[in-house]
């Protein structure tokens, strides 16, 4: 066998491993933890399915290709919960190191080209990566409100929290932040996700 072909066979034989890597958001119908691989699966085929809502032109093969690899590092970073403000702290350095490490096993022209799709969506600079970004902010928030709010509810998340990671949706998609924006409303109303500041401030003057 080529090296070529056995690098990237090898790389592919890597990337089974992101199955192992469990997310705290939970499978719809109050299912298992998910796992990388099923996010970025999902995420995926959102993006195609709701293009039409990109605040711009998007080429979404490049924005299906981002979602899929966006999180093959947390095969060596480990998954980040996105409301860990203390493991967010070394998320950078941890992922970095990850990427080039995982990136390197495919041909050299391969790894230049994944790991810049990688880093052009973490920059957030381009409109692919902006829609991309707003896939990875829905995709569990939608799962978690079909679940009741209960992965908010078992982590005491709250409202500000929430919408803290959703202006990100709001930069690829105002008509998906609409939605997002609704469902965080109605789960502060529901008790499932603590009020934001301001209005527990007017609570309290109340």
């Known amino acids: 066998m ?19 890597i469990l997310r705290q958001t939970h499978l719809s119908g109050h299912g298992r933890r998910e796992n990388d691989a099923e996010h970025a699966w ?3 085929v959102m993006a195609y399915l709701l293009r039409e809502y990109a605040n711009e032109p998007v080429d ?17 970073a480990g998954d980040t919960y996105a409301y860990d403000e203390e493991a967010k ?3 950078k350095e941890r992922e970095d190191a ?29 409109p692919e990566s902006r829609f991309a970004h707003a896939m990875d902010n829905l995709q569990p928030l939608i799962l978690n409100n079909s679940n ?6 078992e982590h005491g998340v709250g409202a500000d929290q929430v919408y803290g990671r959703q202006t990100m ?3 690829g998609s105002e008509t998906l932040f609409e939605v997002t924006d609704a469902i965080i409303k109605e789960h502060v ?5 603590k009020a934001p500041a301001a209005d527990s401030a007017e609570a309290d003057k109340r």
């Open 148 to 153: 009741d709010g209960g992965d908010w509810r």
């Open 42 to 44: 999902h995420m995926a």
């Open 2 to 20: 080529e090296e070529r072909l056995k690098q990237q066979l090898d790389f592919a034989l890597l990337i089974d491993q992101e199955k192992n």
């Open 60 to 76: 979404i093969s490049r924005v299906m290709l981002m979602c899929l690899i966006h999180d093959i590092v947390e095969i060596e």
């Open 189 to 193: 109303r529901r008790g499932n996700l």
């Open 89 to 91: 702290k070394s998320q």
């Open 169 to 171: 949706t709001r930069l």
């Open 98 to 126: 990850a990427k080039e490490h995982i990136f390197s096993v495919l041909p050299e022209d391969q790894k230049t080209e994944l790991a810049g799709i990688f880093e052009e969506f973490e920059a957030m600079e381009t």
